[in-house]
């Protein structure tokens, strides 16, 4: 028993490169800023799983990001939302999108769902480091 919880630990605190824990902290941004879950969190979780992050850092920062979330979602973010939301440009996309089951499952239309994931996805690059 002491073994496998020693070996979780280990798996959980491997891979302490600074691209490694920048890359989980900005997939956590992503994932915590985005209420419930929407099927591009699964996407991420999946990645998470296939490329070297490190895992400790990820579910830290999903517990950062999740309540600094609870705090923005009604008045920062329904905005950022809301304004991409309506904007008279994207409306033929929105309802093309809209129509799509695919997308329907996404939960686009919800303002605070759009406001956090475009929040998130803008600052997921300068949030990172990337190898020289």
């Known amino acids: 028993m002491l073994k496998t919880i020693l070996n979780i630990l ?5 891979e302490t490169d600074a691209t490694q824990i920048s890359l989980a902290l900005s997939f956590s941004m992503i994932t915590g800023l985005t209420p419930s879950f929407p099927w591009h969190n699964l996407l991420i979780l999946l990645l998470i799983l296939l490329i070297r992050v490190n895992l400790s850092t ?8 999740s309540g600094i979330a609870y705090l923005m ?10 304004n991409i939301l309506s904007a008279s440009v994207l409306q033929g996309l929105w309802t093309v999108l809209y129509n799509s089951p695919l997308w329907r499952i996404e939960r686009f239309n919800n303002s605070v769902v759009m406001g956090s994931l475009v929040f998130s996805l803008l600052f997921f690059f300068p949030s990172t480091s990337w190898p020289d």
């Open 10 to 14: 280990k798996v959980l605190n491997s």
């Open 58 to 65: 990820f579910f830290l920062g999903l517990a950062v990001f």
């Open 73 to 82: 979602d009604q008045f920062f973010f329904h905005h950022i939302g809301l």
